[in-house]
């Protein structure tokens, strides 16, 4: 799984570029602020990981960073440096719309990532908001799934 931690990684790096930049998701996945050697050297898996988050953040951003808003305690989106911004993003991203990761290793990376490129407490920050992006998106999932009273009988019964 090396190529999915680069990947990450390689996701990271585009939508930090894109905040600094605006260009569009397509420019940003064809990795043109990549150095053409490293560019070159990219493999396929790792490559086609990347393109799949860097588009499906930018994409989805508005949701993305109405939620990361919703968990900042006491700060704004604004005010936030691009390396924890990114992080963020693409970790909120992955919390949201990919069920096949675990949680865990998706704050387990984000911490990581962090830690290699942000600020001494910056994996700290990061861990604090997503732990409670996750446990928002576990409790609404958790809901969703409890039929309501107004629930007919049918959809109470089990196939």
Do not use: C
Request: aromatic letters at 8%; a negative charge; charged letters at 25%.
């Amino acid at each position: 799984m090396a190529s999915r931690r680069k990947g990450r990684i390689l996701a990271f790096q585009g939508l930090y570029s894109w905040e600094a930049n605006r260009v569009s998701a397509e420019e940003i996945a064809g990795f043109f602020w990549l150095e053409p050697e490293k560019r070159a050297a990219l493999d396929e898996a790792t490559g086609t990981f990347s393109r799949l988050l860097i588009v499906g953040t930018i994409e989805n951003i508005e949701e993305i960073d109405r939620t990361i808003q919703d968990h900042l305690k006491n700060w704004d989106l604004s005010r936030l440096n691009r390396v924890d911004l990114a992080v963020l993003r693409l970790s909120t991203y992955t919390l949201m719309y990919q069920d096949d990761v675990p949680p865990s290793i998706v704050i387990d990376e984000a911490i990581g990532i962090s830690k290699e490129f942000g600020t001494d407490e910056s994996f700290r920050f990061i861990n604090g908001v997503l732990d409670s992006i996750r446990k928002t998106l576990q409790s609404n999932s958790a809901q969703a799934a409890v039929p309501g009273p107004d629930a007919s009988p049918e959809s109470k019964t089990s196939l």
